[in-house]
Structure formats: C-alpha cells, structure tokens
C-alpha cells in the first residue's frame, strides 16, 4: 500500500482484505456503486480505487460533494449551463463524467428536490443543461456513499426509495477502524512518512499499543489527526504512550465543569497502567472466507477528509469543593463509588479478593489476586483492598496530571469531591 511520501505498507487484516476484494469486484462491472461507512473510513479513495483499477480509468473521476448543497447549486455543478448572452456552454458534473466516473459524496445529505433530479439523471441517463432546451445522452459509472442509514431514511420519508435501489445495486461498507486493529501499525508509519518532519520519527510498543486499543469515532481521520497533534506538539524522535495519551485528551473538546462523564462512549483518556489497554472495546474483524485466501490488496491507503463526529458530554451540577465532611455520603458519591469499582474490575488493574464458597469461611481465595499489592490482602476485608486500589489508582492518575486534581477527576469520571475523598482513605 503506497502512502502520499513515497514508501509502501502491506495492510493485512482480514477485515481489510475481505474489503479490497470486495471493491475489485465491483470494479470488473459498471453497475452502480454504494459505499456505505462511517465518518472517515476512506470513502472518498475507495471510490477512487473502484475507478483506477475499472474499465473506465481512462475516463474522468467527478466528484461532487452532497454535504450542505442547495437545490439550485446542485442542479449547475451536474447539468451544467448555457449562458443566454454569448451562448457559451458551461459543462456540468455529467458532462465532464463522460466515459468515466461521477462519484457523489454523502448523497444523503441531498434535499428532496434534488434527489428527484439525480432520479430523473439516474432513469432516463439524458440531461437537458439550465437555460438549454437541447437534451443529451450521458454515459459514466454512477459511485455514491453515505455515512447515514438510507434505508432508516426511506423509512422515515428523508430519502426516495426507488432512487436508493437505483444507486445500490453494488453495496460496498467501508470498515472502520475498530475493525482493523491489526492494520493501525503500519497506518501509523505511513502517516509518519506522509510528513516531510516526521519520516524517521517512531513510537515506543507502549504508545502503539495505546493506539491499537483506543476506541476510534472518526477512523482514520481521526487517527491522522492525533499523529499530527504528536509530530507538532512534542519534540522527540521517539513518541511514548504519555505522548500519545496527552494527544488524544488534547483532541476531545473541554469542560469548565467538575463533572464530565461519558459512560456509554467511555473515552480513552486513562494513563496506560494496562487499564487503558483492557478497557478499550476491540470489535471483532470478519474472518477470512475462501474468496479471500490469496487476494492481495493494492496500492491504495483509505483516507477521510469529512468533518468530526459530533461529541455529547453529559455535565452533571456543580458540587462542592471542600474536603469536609466525607462521612456523609450522597446519592452522587455512592455513584461515583460504584464507577470506580467497574473500573477496578473491568480494566484488570487488580481484582478485588473474593471468599470461599462456604459462606461460613472467614478465608478469602487467593487466585482471585491479582499483583504484588493485592497479594497482602488475603484474610482482610475484600472492600479495604477495593479501597486501597482505588486510592493508589487515584494517586497515579494525579501523578499523571502533574498533581492537576481537577483534570484527574475529569478523566476518572468522578467528582473532585470524590477524588479527595478517596485519597483521604
């Protein structure tokens, strides 16, 4: 796989190589393309490839972009215009697409106007430029993609359901990030040499590691942009997992408030203390079926050049600063309790012991332990251990901070009322 400096990358994820085998096949036909995909899989270079590597690759490759566009500019870019003073033409998308490709970016995002248009194009394949009363013949290979649900829109009256099953007679999805773990690595020195300032700049195994298991909402667009936030913000030759931890903090909008949760997208803030690792959601990459077995991908890399995903904070009320009165629970902190407590758990960082099944038996298991500070707990209360982990979670995640109490309660998911309660312990 060839990136923009020059050099190649051999990406081989199963999830990817089903993919490229996917888009070589459509490429051996002319029947029109749907990529479907999130935000910055590389839609917009996948539509490229079906092009290059197709019968049509002597022709043009068109691209309009769909996002934001109104009835009347749609109507200019793809039909064209004759001008009614010196009856000069002004070739359209169509036009110029003659003998090859027009790819259309989030046709989705089309107002209904100009869907029945492209429906109109799409049927008939003749067009009549504005301000023309002559028709002409069209001939190109039609590629769209979406990052939306259209069938979900069809559902709900926002997009025509017989220009939809004109447009996906191919239906191609573009896999995220999360599903090509595998090929995060060698993404990553790509970018790298892309860089004129950073071709021979690396990363220790610790940072890689934090970026093959950080969960990703805007794919390689996003990938590429911490990379960057890396090469332009510290001066090294040599990037560690704190590094690269501060570039993803550094990406993700701020609040003023106290409290910034996000349970549901748990964002991947954490210092690497192997919880960050066991805490990241790996999704599961499709195996290789036997149309895969000895397909290569070619000299392509997925780009995405869409906007960021939208980010949602949930910011709870302002709670008190002082570090009195910790006896006196509330609903918030038993709340904040029970998170760190999950956190405990599901991120490995160290079990909690857990007593025999005798119900009668004051002796704990012993397998239940898990490192050297855990292992002096056996024949003490489970919750003291539970306790003592948080408290030396807490600290280390205040140490990360530079002793910023307030950014560490941010990232921990808790209240700083709760940050110094646990600390106090």
Known sequence: MAGKGGGSVELGSSAFHG?????HLASQSDDPVLLAGEVGTGKRQSASTIHNVGARSGGNFVQVDCLGIKENKFELEML????PYNHQLRQGAVALAEGGTLYL?????LPAACQTLLLRLVESNTYSPVNSNDTYNSD???ITSSSQDLMAMVEHGKFRNDLLHHINTLTIRTPSLNERRDDIADLVKSILREMPSAATKELTKEAMDVLCHHKYTANILELRNIIHRLVCNFETDLYSEHHVIQSIFAGTPSSKSERVIEHKSQRSMMPDFQAYVSHAQTA???PLDKSDVGARPP???PQGHAAYASTTYHIGSQVSQTEEDWDALSAQDLADDELLAAKMTQQGYARVPTRHSDPGSNQFDSS???GADVMGAVGVNSFLALKAQERDYILRLIEFCEGDKKKAAEIAGVTLRTLYRKIKQ
């Open 19 to 23: 993919f490229v085998r996917r888009l």
């Open 80 to 83: 064209g215009a004759l001008n």
């Open 105 to 109: 970016h989030e046709v989705g995002e």
């Open 140 to 142: 190109f290979r039609l």
């Open 284 to 286: 599961g990459a499709r």
């Open 299 to 301: 000299n392509f890399m």
């Open 368 to 370: 239940a332990l898990s």
